[in-house]
């Protein structure tokens, strides 16, 4: 399913938030040089675009031919393979634009290496961007962040060094629209439940008054309505569920009608009236701890959160009480603070709770696109040009 | 209704794993007089001819020739659910017993169980649960990917109600939808979920990246998908079935998971159900099996209750029986 597309010289647009199938286009072929030991000026033409499937979903596809072997941008990396690591096959699409620098070669070679580094992709929030590395690295221009969330880059300090930081929002919202679906059904019809009934070895008979809840017909309440939460609207919309959403701003009329969205100006009464709650916010100061005590007692007693945005927008010891004594009905969550969590965490041992280990994005189609999509970003900023998606501190 | 006694009617028991819930009992009280098994045996020269309908809840009580025999009175059997495989339709009928069904309250929940063991199973759900809660976790590995939903191609096989429901939810996901049936859908209810015919099922098996099984069981579908089925489908594939076990060669199914011959598998049924303990299918890490949760939400069995009450009442007073199911 995954595959580059081909490749031709077009236009830049700049890509508006909450809206997934516009194209991104390049013009000007660039000439840039690299330091003085390039002698011959090496023109990169890049194509890159965003280009709508026939069925309406996302491709990125980034090319770059150079024309004239010149000495490739350094980019540092954490590691290739490993636990933490860039994957294999990611690797060798970075390779074909960069010169991809290990921690471990930076640190034990860094004076070479140091000069050459121009990029960090940052995969799965590592390498860790500190003070001390960003002064080690006097030709640092940007860091591509693989996926969306930045919460773990302090975007203030990256900017006084006067480097960029972009991220892949595009890549992400697809998957991430997907595990937020698949949250709410498994929880909803106890999925993880009935499967540790149906293989354990003390399962004799399957009870019949053993009962989850509707998903169809029921409110949906999604807190944060950018791409992912209007992605996560257009796929509930076919369930017939009852669509309410709270944003920073109001969506267009048309946006709202496509997936019969209502807007709560307040978000408490989202809460009052969703079966299930859904968060789709990214973590800022403002949404730090967003769902606590009072929250939670505003939902239903019915209801079930779910939590795809970041861990820490949920009040975490409050959420257990509320789980414990009933409050609410039960949660799902892609992610904790922290990942994961201490192994004698009480959310591990609740069973109205399913905890899934951060796979918003964890397919192979995403984790190449997202690359791509990093890829794009780092050569735009490299070669002067328009950034896709470039993110600014406040 | 003053003087006049409520309907006898049959059921197996009342609350506890099996019997009829308990939160249903004060509904059914108001419309019946509800009539035990055990009752009915520690009387049956007296309950056998006051007895005008059994209310069939999760396939019991079991209906045999011997029952209905010792039934004279009996004119309606009423099953919960929509699969009526457990039922011998010939012999009921030849008794002059009507059967009646509950098909369409079924289909929502379980066009969502589909949905829900396709997006569980394409990302690995139970698994990383799993190790998100294993005492042994130290920290989530950065290659433990799954495949993506969105953008894929699902083959539905049997597209009646159910399969209709689950290709509405599907295009949402801007899924491929091909589909096989004994007869091809109306021009416009294809295009309203874009969905293709496939006429011969294995082309559909060949260009499915997920295969979904909602077809009812008949002779006609008992092992539908077989080696050769499984075979055809593409490796990286993944069935999911929430028709009946039987549908399925499940000796063949295990194999075919075993040698990689499909990707993994999607089960809300099985055969038998619970599976013997020692199956080879509990221990797969790439299948999920739920155990037959279908229709299983609150809503969905009240409705189903009511339905039951209904086309009981129906046949009682020799009017059309709602949802009848004919031999």
């Not at chain 2, 009996?74 to 011998?88: E, N, T």
């Not at chain 2, 299948?287 to 069995?301: F, L």
Request: proline share 5%.
């Amino acid at each position: 399913m995954f595959r580059s597309k081909a490749l031709s010289l077009l236009k830049l647009i700049p890509l508006m938030s909450g809206q997934s199938n516009l194209a991104y286009k390049f013009t000007h072929p660039v000439t840039a040089c690299h330091g003085h030991r390039c002698h011959r000026s090496v023109i990169y033409k890049q194509w890159y675009r965003t280009c709508p499937h026939s069925a309406g979903r996302r491709t990125i596809s980034a090319g770059t031919k150079v024309m004239a072997q010149g000495e490739l941008p350094g980019v540092l990396i954490l590691d290739i393979g490993g636990t933490h690591g860039v994957l294999e096959d990611l690797a060798a699409l970075l390779r074909k634009h960069f010169h991809l620098i290990t921690m471990k070669e930076f640190l034990g070679n860094k004076e070479e290496m140091r000069k050459k580094i121009q990029s960090v992709f940052v995969f799965e929030c590592r390498p860790t961007i500190d003070r001390e590395l960003l002064e080690s690295l006097p030709n640092l221009k940007v860091i591509g962040n693989s996926g969306v969330g930045v919460d773990h880059l302090d975007l203030k300090m990256i900017s006084s060094f006067g480097v960029k930081v972009t991220n892949t929002p595009n890549a992400v919202a697809d998957p991430t629209a997907d595990i937020g679906m698949a949250l709410m059904l498994a929880s909803a019809r106890r999925l993880v439940e009935g499967c540790q009934i149906a293989v354990s070895p003390d399962t004799k008979y399957f009870a019949v008054d053993w009962l989850g809840v509707e998903v169809t017909r029921a409110t949906l309440g999604i807190i944060g309505m950018g791409s992912i939460g209007y992605k996560v609207a257009q796929r509930a919309r076919a369930f017939n569920m009852r669509i309410l959403y709270h944003n920073r701003n109001r969506r267009r009329k048309e946006e709202e009608e496509a997936v019969g969205a209502h807007y709560c100006a307040k978000m408490e009464d989202l809460l009052q009236q969703s079966d299930f709650v859904m968060l789709v916010v990214n973590l800022t100061p403002e949404t730090h701890k967003l769902i606590g005590k009072k929250e939670l007692g505003l939902m239903k007693p019915t209801a079930t959160l779910i939590n795809i945005s970041r861990g820490a927008v949920i009040d975490q010891d409050a959420l257990v009480e509320a789980l414990r004594n009933k409050v609410i009905r039960a949660a799902a969550l892609d992610v904790t603070y922290p990942e994961p969590l201490p192994r004698d965490h009480p959310l591990l041992n609740l069973n109205n709770v399913i905890i899934t280990p951060h796979i918003g994005t964890a397919t192979v189609q995403a984790i190449h696109m997202m690359a791509e999509e990093a890829i794009a970003n780092i050569l735009a900023v490299l070669n002067d040009q328009p950034i896709p998606s470039e993110v600014f501190p406040k | 209704m003053e003087g006049q006694e409520l309907p006898y009617v049959l059921v197996d028991t009342i609350g506890g794993r099996i019997g009829v819930y308990e939160d249903h009992v004060g509904f059914l009280n108001k419309c019946f007089h509800l009539i035990t098994m055990k009752e009915y045996l520690e009387n049956k020269t007296f309950l056998s001819k006051k007895i005008t309908a059994i209310y069939m809840w999760y396939h019991k009580p079991h209906i045999n020739e011997e029952l209905l025999q010792s039934l004279p009175n009996l004119k309606v059997v009423a099953s919960s659910g929509v699969g009526i495989d457990h039922l011998d339709l010939k012999l009921l009928s030849s008794y002059g017993v009507k059967v009646s069904n509950t098909p369409s309250v079924v289909s929502i929940d379980t066009a969502d169980m589909g949905m829900a063991l396709l997006l569980a199973s394409s990302r690995r759900l139970v698994e990383g649960h799993e190790m998100a809660v294993s005492p042994e976790t130290e920290y989530f590995p950065a290659d433990w990917l799954g495949v993506e939903v969105s953008g894929a191609t699902l083959g539905i096989v049997g597209m009646g109600v159910i399969g209709y429901k689950v290709a509405e939810r599907a295009k949402a996901f801007e899924m491929k939808i091909l589909y096989h049936n004994r007869n091809q859908r109306k021009k416009e209810e294809e295009s309203a979920v874009g969905a293709v015919y496939c006429k011969k099922i294995d082309n559909l098996l060949q260009q499915s990246d997920f295969v979904l099984l909602a077809v009812n069981l008949t002779p006609q579908t008992h092992k539908l998908i077989g080696k050769r089925e499984l075979e055809l489908m593409k490796p990286t594939a993944t069935l999911i079935n929430i028709s009946r076990g039987l549908v399925v060669d499940q000796d063949a199914l295990v194999e075919a998971l075993q040698n990689k011959v499909i990707k993994a598998a999607a089960l809300d049924v099985t055969y038998p159900e619970p599976l013997p303990r020692d199956h080879p299918l509990l221990k797969m890490k790439n299948v999920i099996i739920t155990p037959h949760i279908g229709s299983a939400t609150k809503k969905t069995r009240w409705v189903m209750m009511e339905e039951m009450v209904e086309s009981i009442q129906a046949g009682l007073a020799g009017l059309p029986v709602p949802r009848e199911v004919l031999p």
